[in-house]
């Protein structure tokens, strides 16, 4: 219907003027179908406005129905020969106009809330799937093209929907190569695997993946959700820098204080040593623990200015 009638059309004036034409067009065949003694014929003309309104009115389409019923019977009684018979197939169809209409409205009451129950249930879906902070895209199994993606995934890579949608997935989000689909071709389990997701500006963005097969709308899809873990690699390459530059810059002091530590020893076993050459020898050792000292703080405070996640009570810690 959607399709063949227009939008302005189908609002409440509409359909309001639609059935009061109709009733009227009724009303004017009724009159010359009783006064040429056409009985049975005319009537199928009834069911049209009387589903019509029932079917967009509910219970008040069943009081239309029992309206124009009652117009029906007046008319055969003021424009037919009445007899009997006439009289009883007369009200017989009057019941049934009422019946049909109170059946029809039952099932469009029926329809109505399942319409509203199924147009919460999108309005529920669409409103995760547009605000999940993390990208989805729904793939065919069977020829690995994109169905559909939600605004997150083309945030993080780059691309619209239409571009993606329709296409093969390892051209757009999976390095694998096509007929090595680490799903449906190796039979691996993804579930919050490091993975690469491959973006627009030919950035490779590591994420956090999970793939799910199931069954949507009577069809096997693979429902692919992906987090952008690239904060927590850098957190990570950033530990390891500091890492590695803590161990350069302590590593050459400590062998040094290691060796002159052994060279004292040698003295101390070798000949005799004064006190002052004990206490000039320790000293130099405690400069060179002081200066490791002093090289790991300026890398904490280095950390510390670079890193905003870190809680203020540590950073003045870190920075004393």
């Not at 007046?74 to 059946?103: C, K």
């Not at 691996?188 to 030919?202: I, P, T, W």
């Not at 002091?253 to 002159?260: G, K, Q, T, Y």
């Not at 405690?286 to 002093?294: H, R, Y």
């Amino acid at each position: 219907m959607k399709c063949l009638i227009r939008e302005e059309w189908t609002g409440t004036p509409a359909k309001i003027g639609l059935l009061a034409v109709l009733t009227i067009i009724l009303a004017v065949v009724t009159y010359f179908c009783l006064t040429s003694n056409q009985q049975v014929l005319f009537t199928h003309l009834y069911y049209i406005p009387i589903i019509l309104a029932a079917y967009w009115y509910g219970r008040r389409g069943v009081l239309y129905a029992a309206g124009l019923s009652v117009i029906y019977l007046w008319a055969v009684f003021a424009f037919s020969t009445v007899d009997t018979q006439i009289i009883l197939a007369a009200s017989g169809r009057a019941l049934f106009f009422i019946g049909i209409a109170l059946v029809t409205s039952l099932l469009s009451i029926a329809i109505q809330r399942q319409q509203e129950s199924i147009t919460r249930s999108e309005e529920k879906f669409r409103g995760i799937w547009e605000n999940i902070q993390a990208a989805v895209i729904l793939v065919d199994p069977e020829t690995h093209t994109i169905i559909a993606a939600n605004p997150e995934a083309v945030k993080m890579t780059g691309f619209s929907e239409a571009e993606m949608t329709g296409h093969a997935c390892h051209k757009f989000v999976c390095p694998a190569e096509q007929g090595k689909c680490p799903i449906s071709d190796l039979g691996m389990k993804v579930d919050r695997a490091e993975r690469v997701l491959l973006a627009r500006d030919g950035k490779s963005v590591p994420v956090l993946k999970t793939v799910t097969d199931m069954t949507v709308g009577g069809k096997r899809v693979f429902i692919e959700s992906f987090i952008d873990i690239t904060p927590m690699k850098e957190a990570e390459n950033t530990l390891l820098a500091f890492i590695r530059e803590a161990t350069l810059r302590t590593r050459n002091p400590l062998e040094l204080v290691r060796d002159n530590l052994q060279e004292l020893e040698e003295d101390l076993k070798g000949r005799d040593t004064t006190p002052d050459y004990i206490e000039t020898a320790l000293a130099v050792q405690e400069k060179n623990l002081g200066a490791i000292v002093t090289n790991l703080q300026d890398l904490e405070r280095a950390i510390v200015d670079k890193r905003t996640e870190i809680p203020d009570a540590l950073r003045e810690y870190l920075r004393r």
